[in-house]
């Protein structure tokens, strides 16, 4: 389907987004919420597009251990090139956003009111009514890198979006020495917030929120009619992959240089006497050896350590190639200080039933 929708990102028509809030929630963490990304009729247009055209799915995922519906539609749009999205077992397939043209006309929208983003993947909810919703969760997979921004757009029926903070070690310990009394009477928590998200809305996350804070959209009897959001993301993993081959390039060159000279006074040297010829290349392989067991720990470390800081992690789809993933599990013991692993409890022995609140999206 070819249809074409015009994004007006000015909706207000006075040049900018006047009714934009900002929530610091603290911590380099901030929120900012426009009310009137896109006009209603425009929205509605969308909303129609949206709900018809893209093909919903109601996957199965698998948390702790266990089966269970995703309660809610769900569909992944990503730039080429991009790993494949794994979630709770679940690998959705990525469309491309040729697919759904009318996905551009948004996207647009969001780069007008945010220039210099640069999102190239989508996740798409789809919320049938009050029964459908996401538990709390943090969009903080490493593939987002440290400080992601995720641009979120709703059409359709207002749900609530909540924030609240991720437990600290500190705060649980301050919360549990206070008296019940005194923690009730904490009715503004700054730790919790709350966003209507309206239809037309955007709601950007930025900054630490999604290291530092947990959200959620809560089943609402009330909330009768379709909801749908689009997440924009934007993925690190290609520009952590090539930094790791620039890496590794460099390093085999010093390794290179490193050989040569290690090589070179064993050619140049004048004949020894006889008798000194094997301790002499025995000393030269050992150096040799030593330096080359070096470049790869170094090579191997530099590597992990860019890696890390950069925020990817895998470099299949379906985590088969995780050697990253591969290692730390390989290497748990040594960095948890030989604790192993807690195993996930037992099932109760009783009937399964579905989850109440899911973890992840
Ligand atoms: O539907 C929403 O507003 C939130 C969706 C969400 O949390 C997510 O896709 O990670």
Redesign the pocket.
Same mark, same amino acid.
């Given at each position: 389907m070819s249809l074409r929708f015009k994004a007006i990102s000015d909706p207000d028509g006075n040049g900018s987004n006047s009714k934009e809030q900002k929530t610091d929630l603290g911590n380099g963490s901030e929120v900012v919420y426009v009310p009137r990304l896109l006009t209603s009729d425009e929205s509605w247009k969308f909303f129609d597009y949206l709900n018809k055209e893209i093909p919903w799915t109601r996957p199965t995922l698998r948390v702790f251990g266990r089966s269970h519906v995703q309660p809610r539609d769900t569909c992944y749009v990503a730039s080429k090139g991009l790993p494949e999205l794994i979630y709770s077992g679940y690998q959705p397939h990525a469309y491309s956003w040729d697919d759904f043209p009318p996905l551009k006309d948004i996207l647009e929208a969001v780069r007008k009111a945010l220039p210099g983003s640069t999102f190239n993947s989508l996740?798409l909810?789809r919320y049938k009514g009050g029964n459908d919703y996401?538990g709390w /969760?943090a969009?903080d997979e490493k593939l987002y890198g440290p400080t992601p921004e995720i641009a979120?757009v709703?059409f359709g029926c207002e749900r609530e979006?909540l924030m609240k903070k991720k437990p600290s070690k500190s705060s649980q310990e301050r919360s549990d020495d206070e008296p019940v009394s005194k923690r009730l009477k904490k009715s503004s928590n700054p730790d919790h917030h709350s966003f209507t998200?309206k239809h037309g809305s955007l709601l950007v996350m930025r900054g630490y929120t999604q290291r530092d804070w947990l /959200?959620s959209?809560p089943k609402r009897a009330k909330a009768e009619a379709t909801r749908i959001?689009l997440?924009f993301r934007v993925s690190l993993h290609q520009a952590n992959n090539y930094l790791k081959l620039m890496v590794l390039f460099v390093l085999m060159g010093t390794l290179e240089a490193t050989l040569k000279d290690q090589l070179t006074p064993v050619v140049e040297t004048p004949p020894p006497h006889i008798g000194e010829d094997s301790s002499r290349y025995s000393h030269r392989s050992i150096e040799t050896l030593v330096v080359v067991l070096a470049a790869i720990t170094i090579i191997g470390v530099i590597a992990g350590i860019i890696a890390r800081l950069c925020g990817g992690r895998h470099f299949g789809g379906n985590g088969e190639h995780d050697i990253e993933g591969w290692v730390e599990r390989k290497c748990r013991s040594c960095i948890d200080g030989g604790v192993p692993a807690v195993p996930p409890p037992p099932p109760p022995p009783q009937e399964p039933k579905p989850p109440s609140e899911e973890t992840k999206?």
């Open positions: 996740l909810n996401v /969760h969009d979120s709703s979006f998200l /959200h959209v959001n997440t999206k």
